[in-house]
């Protein structure tokens, strides 16, 4: 089989399109043929060595996939060869087969093509746990999300809209405040010609917002918290502007505010039951109608580089796929 290896840390442009032995499932595990993988963020961290959990030398990088089952392991009870499904890799997505365990597998719904699949799980499940587990999320609450036509972002104003809140949308361009617009923000800020803090205080009438999702970090952060009021929550998802800010602990203790960390994908391990009614509910949730999963562009599995760089180069809207045609 085809498979993109990491033979060396480095920009994805030292990536290889290889020849690797197809993979065997194990006890427990099943094999699925991908038809399309999701590019996330978090793959151009690992091929640099820069991420919190890195695979030994080579490895195929990769996260989400979505194809067929192709082989079963033993002991395999949820699944069975032909069944169209989703799965977090954390590693290895990228190749045409690729052998996961049964726990981080999802059936997904036979209305859904394989190419929203591979993009869906990560980005709705992330925005979704940190709207409702991590921050509590009420109607009629303000929500500003940063980086907001960005894979998290997109998703995580669908999902703060249809959830009953108030949304600003806070992103580069007026193209991707459109796009925002186009799923529901209520409101735009423009962070590259506007000032966040005050213009996000001019919407809300010197109230603040009560929930911030941060997928962006860097620069933004300080000033995003800024803008919380009482009893507001920041939520920590990624650093996609590049550094790991610092924050003063004044903040949180004049403001009253927290600021929470989101990892999803711990909560999938350590909270399984919730993880798996949250998806659920996000199936369903796209079978009638109420999401819009946005892919922008694909490329094809011998591409894979330029899929990471366009991702690294904060070029994305939505999703960004890999196919395996």
């Known amino acids: 089989m085809k498979a993109v290896v990491c033979t060396e840390h480095g920009p994805p442009e030292a990536l290889r399109l290889l020849d690797q032995p197809v993979p065997e499932p194990g006890a427990g595990e099943v094999r ?11 793959d151009s961290l690992i091929i640099q060595n820069r991420y919190q959990i890195q695979p030994p030398l080579p490895f195929s990088p990769g996260s989400e996939v979505a194809g067929l089952i192709d082989a079963v392991g033993p002991g395999v009870t949820r699944f069975q060869i032909g069944d169209r499904v989703a799965a977090m890799t954390f590693q290895g997505g990228f190749a045409e087969q690729v052998v996961v365990r049964q726990e981080r597998v999802l059936a997904i719904p036979d209305a859904m093509p394989f190419d929203v699949a591979a993009g869906f799980t990560m980005v709705y499940g992330t925005a979704f746990y940190g709207l409702k587990q991590r921050a ?15 894979g998290v972002g997109l998703c995580a104003v669908e999902l703060a809209k249809l959830m009953g809140a108030r949304v600003i949308a806070a992103a580069s361009t007026a193209e991707k405040l459109d796009l925002a617009r ?46 919380l009021g009482w009893n507001g929550r920041h939520l920590i998802v990624g650093f996609a502007g590049g550094q790991i800010p610092s924050l003063p602990l004044n903040l949180p203790l004049v403001k009253g505010s927290a600021a929470i960390g989101v990892f999803w994908g711990a909560f999938t391990k350590h909270e399984p039951a919730a993880h798996l009614e949250n998806m659920a509910t996000l199936f369903d949730w796209y079978v009638q109608g109420r999401l819009r999963p946005h892919v922008s562009r694909r490329f094809t599995l011998a591409e894979t580089p330029d899929a990471i760089r366009w991702v690294m180069d904060r070029k994305a809207v939505g999703k960004v796929v890999v196919t395996a045609g």
Do not use: C, H, W
């Open 136 to 150: 509590g999320l009420k109607a009629g609450e303000t929500v500003l999300v940063l980086g907001a036509a960005g």
């Open 182 to 227: 186009s799923l529901g923000a209520d409101e735009g800020v423009n962070y590259a010609t506007q000032d966040l803090k005050q213009a996000v205080k001019a919407l809300t009438g010197d109230r603040g917002v009560d929930v911030v999702l941060d997928p962006v970090g860097d620069r933004l952060a300080e000033a995003a918290f800024r803008t």
């Open 32 to 42: 699925i043929a991908m038809r399309a993988a999701g590019v996330n963020f978090p």
